[in-house]
C-alpha cells in the first residue's frame, strides 16, 4: 500500500517534508539519549570550529564531521525504532541490525575526531 501523501507535489509537498523533518529532529531529541548528546556536542565544536584557528576549507570539513554525526545517529534511531516496532523479542538479526547501525555511528565519530585532528594539527 502506498503512502498517501506520495501524491502531493510541489510547494505542498515541501511544506510537508519540512514538517515531518522538524518532528522527527523533536522525536529523536525528545526520546534519544546519544542524539541529544550528540546535538550538545555539535553545540560546542561549531562555533569552536569558527574560533580556532583554521583554513575555510577545515572548517567546512570539520563542521562536516559534526552534521555526519547527527545524520548517522539519527538513521541509527530509525533503525532502531523500526527493529522495536516489528519485535521486542531478542532476535539474531534485530541484534546485528542494531549492531550495524550503532558501529556506523562509531565510524562517523572516528571520523570526526581524525579530521578535527589533521586539520588542527596541519
Known sequence: MESPYKGKTG???LVNAFGYSC????????????FRQEVMLAIVLIPLAFWLESQWLG????????????IVEL??????????RISLDDHR?????????????????LNLVTVWALVLLN
Request: hydrophobic share 55%; proline share 0%; charged share 25%.
Open 11 to 13: 510547494l505542498k509537498r
Open 23 to 34: 518532528a522527527g529532529l523533536r522525536e529523536a531529541f525528545r526520546h534519544e539519549d546519544a
Open 59 to 70: 572548517r567546512a570539513l570539520m563542521i562536516s564531521c559534526v552534521f555526519l554525526v547527527l
Open 75 to 84: 538513521l541509527n534511531s530509525a533503525i532502531e525504532a523500526t527493529v522495536d
Open 93 to 109: 538479526l534485530a541484534k546485528r541490525a542494531k549492531d550495524i547501525g550503532s558501529a556506523s555511528v562509531l565510524i562517523c565519530l
